[in-house]
């Protein structure tokens, strides 16, 4: 899979990962492990940010100040990422102010970016009311402009997926592998169609196995129901956790996903329901983690009995006390 892009529409060789289930004990040491790495993405944003102002400067728009214009709208401040849509949000409030909803933006976008809308995209920027109207602009930013500022990371701050997926396993989480898939349409608006780990899926899901990584994640609403049954089947040969990874890019999105109700899907609700039980229990002993080999509940239990019994403590909980259901758990225990 040398070579090839991923999960990542803007890098080659550089893939979303996620890691979950983390216990609450070990988050100081997530926050630890993330600094450097924030550091030096903040690092990149600065230059691109620098990159950004040289372009709109002959566009006659307002030079962006990272500080005012990026970083206080993020969540930095609570440890939270500043990434490319934080950028181009500023970017798009900048050029509103310039030409205003409707005919001026089209006409700024296609003379300046040459973008090329579809139509129904033209459409949500001629409606001036449409409360959507940002997201949609930024959704035509980066698919059609963040490539002309994009500085690719270096690997001090994508650092090794060995080092990730160790750190992940040393803390009792849950590593996995965040499936993307090739793009025909993308339902937010934010990436063109292209293909991405379709073409060598038999080969990926293999070597993220042997790296370690014990789960995959992917969201339904993104792909076809045909890219969704090969996936599984290939997971479910490999002894793989799916975990429903349904992202919110947009605020077109909503946080309702009915797809996940259908029986084909059930098995996403067992995971979220597991998901709970190990955050829990490995939180209050780490040796009832879910992948954790010492697990006197587990021990010789398929992932499916694994993620069978971990629901059901899972649905137990009181989500008003979850201490004291933890407590009562761990007695019968």
């Not at 890098?11 to 100081?28: M, Q």
């Not at 490995?282 to 983690?289: D, L, M, P, S, T």
Request: proline share 4%; aromatic share 10%; with cysteine.
């Amino acid at each position: 899979v040398e070579e090839k892009k991923l999960n990542n529409p803007d890098s080659k060789n550089i893939g979303y990962l996620a890691i979950h289930g983390i216990p609450e004990r070990r988050w100081k040491e997530v926050e630890k492990f993330l600094k450097p790495i924030q550091q030096m993405r903040n690092g990149r944003n600065k230059e691109m940010v620098e990159k950004l102002n040289h372009l709109i400067e002959n566009w006659g728009i307002e030079k962006i100040d990272f500080y005012p214009d990026v970083y206080a709208i993020s969540q930095a401040k609570e440890g939270g990422s500043i990434t490319e849509r934080h950028l181009l949000y500023a970017l798009a409030k900048k050029i509103l102010q310039k030409t205003g909803k409707g005919e001026g933006l089209l006409s700024f976008l296609q003379d300046n970016l040459k973008v090329d809308l579809s139509e129904k995209l033209t459409i949500f920027l001629l409606n001036q009311g449409n409360i959507h109207y940002i997201y949609d602009l930024i959704g035509v930013l980066k698919s059609n402009f963040l490539d002309q500022i994009y500085i690719q990371p270096n690997d001090q701050e994508c650092i090794s997926v060995f080092d990730v997926v160790k750190f992940a396993n040393d803390i009792n989480a849950i590593p996995a592998y965040a499936y993307l898939g090739d793009v025909i349409s993308s339902p937010t608006g934010d990436k063109k169609a292209e293909k991405f780990e379709d073409n060598f899926l038999d080969q990926l899901i293999p070597e993220i196995k042997s790296l370690g990584f014990k789960s995959v994640t992917y969201m339904p609403p993104r792909n076809t129901f045909a890219q969704l049954q090969r996936l599984q089947r290939i997971c479910r040969k490999y002894d793989l956790m799916e975990i429903s990874g349904v992202d919110i890019n947009s605020s077109r999105q909503s946080f309702h996903c009915p797809i996940i109700l259908k029986p084909e899907f059930s098995n996403l609700v067992e995971a979220t329901w597991a998901l709970i039980a190990h955050q829990k229990l490995a939180n209050h002993n780490e040796k009832y983690a879910l992948f954790n080999n010492c697990n006197p509940l587990l021990k010789g239990k398929s992932l499916r009995e694994k993620i069978k019994i971990y629901a059901e403590m899972g649905r137990k909980i009181d989500a008003n006390n979850p201490g004291k259901t933890i407590e009562k758990l761990s007695f019968s225990l």
